[in-house]
């Protein structure tokens, strides 16, 4: 390769990565304590309604859920389970509570995980 297209390559890099920084979304995640006596289908439920809501509710982009890399301890139980959605806008956080799939999704979200959790929205800059 020339030294123009190697720095070619190295800038294109560079912008890409810096495309995606002050993403201007808004993330909302939360963590969760889970339910020892939950089943294999009630965590195949869950994963199913989690994995259909960015196709049923508007404004959400991308769902990510997984065990987390470290436990969190709070005072009503250890934190293993976390879920993050991707989402346009505040706007569109606070219409997804009130969205006809929400319902559905937290019936399957109940039996996975004990009441309380610990949850937190980043605003994009």
């Not at 560079?14 to 201007?24: D, F, P, Y």
């Not at 309604?49 to 404004?59: H, L, N, S, V």
């Not at 065990?67 to 997804?96: H, I, W």
């Not at 995980?113 to 800059?125: A, M, N």
Request: aromatic share 10%; charged share 20%.
């Amino acid at each position: 390769m020339t030294k123009i297209t190697m720095l070619c390559l190295a800038v294109g890099c560079l912008m890409a990565s810096t495309a995606m920084a002050g993403e201007k979304k808004l993330m909302h995640c939360f963590a969760f304590t889970v339910i020892d006596t939950a089943t294999p289908a009630d965590w195949d439920a869950f994963y199913k309604a989690t994995d259909e809501i960015p196709k049923k509710i508007k404004g959400v982009s991308h769902v990510w859920y997984g065990k987390l890399a470290s436990p969190l301890n709070q005072a009503n139980g250890k934190r293993t389970f976390g879920v993050c959605m991707e989402m346009d806008n505040a706007a569109a956080r606070k219409a997804y509570g009130d969205d006809p799939f929400h319902k559905t999704w937290t019936e399957a979200y109940d039996k996975v995980h004990v009441d309380g959790t610990t949850t937190y929205d980043i605003l994009g800059q």
